[in-house]
Nanobody
């Protein structure tokens, strides 16, 4: 079995920064790519960013490039999503997920384990 436990997030003003963490354990931590998704009520879950199983590749959607950074600490089995210059349209519940292998995918169906979700709210 595998597990992803998220922490961080919260409520901030536009232009502020937040960091969300995703601690992996068990099978979820075994060199898998980790993705970050977000979802707002009434809409599909949206891919945001991901990091490869070896940590040598990252991928972002255009709307967060230059503002968000995904990184991983192998010693702590933790992946981070650093979010800078936040905008109201970034408001969503953010989820981390562990892929079935080490290669990045933007497709939610590729991801096997999911974190519990963390609310990020950005006010204008």
């Amino acid at each position: 079995q595998g597990q992803l436990v998220q922490s961080g997030g919260g409520m901030v003003q536009a232009g502020d920064s937040l960091r969300v963490s995703c601690a992996a354990s068990g099978r979820a931590s075994s060199g898998r790519a980790i993705g970050w998704f977000r979802q707002v009520p009434g809409k599909d879950r949206e891919f945001v960013a991901a990091i490869s199983g070896r940590g040598d590749e990252t991928h972002y959607i255009d709307s967060v490039k230059g503002r968000f950074t995904v990184s991983r600490d192998f010693a702590k089995n933790t992946v981070y999503l650093q979010m800078n210059n936040l905008k109201p349209e970034d408001t969503a519940t953010y989820y981390c997920a562990a892929d079935t292998n080490a290669v990045i995918s933007i497709r939610p169906l590729r991801y096997e384990y999911w974190g519990q979700g963390t609310q990020v709210t950005v006010s204008s």
